[in-house]
C-alpha cells in the first residue's frame, strides 16, 4: 500500500505567526494560523483537512460496501462537522450523508452505513474522538 505525504511550516509564536499546509499530490497548498484554527480566519484549518479525509474516506467506503453487495450507488455526498473543543481536542465528528442507491431498502442502507462508520481507515483513526455520529439518509 502507499504511504501519503503532507507537510506542514510555522513560524513565530502561536497567536502571532503563520504557517502553510502542503499535500504532496500538489492538490493543495495553502495558509493557516491561530485564526484559521479557533476563530473566522479565512485559511484552512486541520480539523478541516481532518473533516475532508474523514468524508471522503468515509464515501469510498460506504461504496465499497455498496457495490459488493450488489447495490451499487449512484451518488453518496458526505459532509463532515468537526468539532474542537475546549484543551484544545477534538470532541465530536458528525458525517452527513446523502446517497442515491437503487435497489436498497432503508433498513439495509442503515445498515450498510453503520458499517462504513466502523470500518472506514479514517474513522479507526480517529477512535479517540470522543463521538463519531453518522446521520445517513436514503434519497432513493
Not at 499530490?25 to 494560523?33: A, I, L, W
Not at 469510498?60 to 458526505?78: E, K, Q, Y
Not at 442503515?110 to 445517513?136: D, G, H, M, R, W
Request: charged share 20%; proline share 6%; with cysteine.
Amino acid at each position: 500500500m502507499p504511504i501519503r505525504h503532507a507537510q506542514a511550516n510555522w513560524q513565530g509564536t502561536l497567536k502571532e505567526g503563520a504557517g502553510s499546509l502542503k499535500l504532496e499530490s500538489g492538490v493543495y497548498e495553502g495558509p493557516y494560523t491561530w485564526a484559521d484554527r479557533f476563530a473566522d480566519g479565512g485559511g484552512t484549518n486541520p480539523e478541516e483537512l481532518i473533516g475532508a479525509a474523514h468524508a471522503g474516506c468515509y464515501s469510498m467506503f460506504l461504496a465499497a460496501i455498496l457495490t459488493r453487495n450488489n447495490v451499487p450507488p449512484a451518488r453518496i455526498d458526505t459532509r463532515a462537522a468537526v468539532h474542537l473543543g475546549d484543551g484544545p481536542t477534538i470532541t465530536r465528528i458528525v458525517l452527513d450523508v446523502e446517497a442515491v442507491v437503487p435497489g436498497i431498502d432503508e433498513a439495509k442502507f442503515q445498515e450498510y452505513a453503520a458499517e462504513a462508520k466502523a470500518k472506514c481507515p479514517v474513522s479507526k483513526a480517529l477512535a479517540a474522538v470522543e463521538e463519531i455520529t453518522v446521520n445517513a439518509h436514503l434519497l432513493n
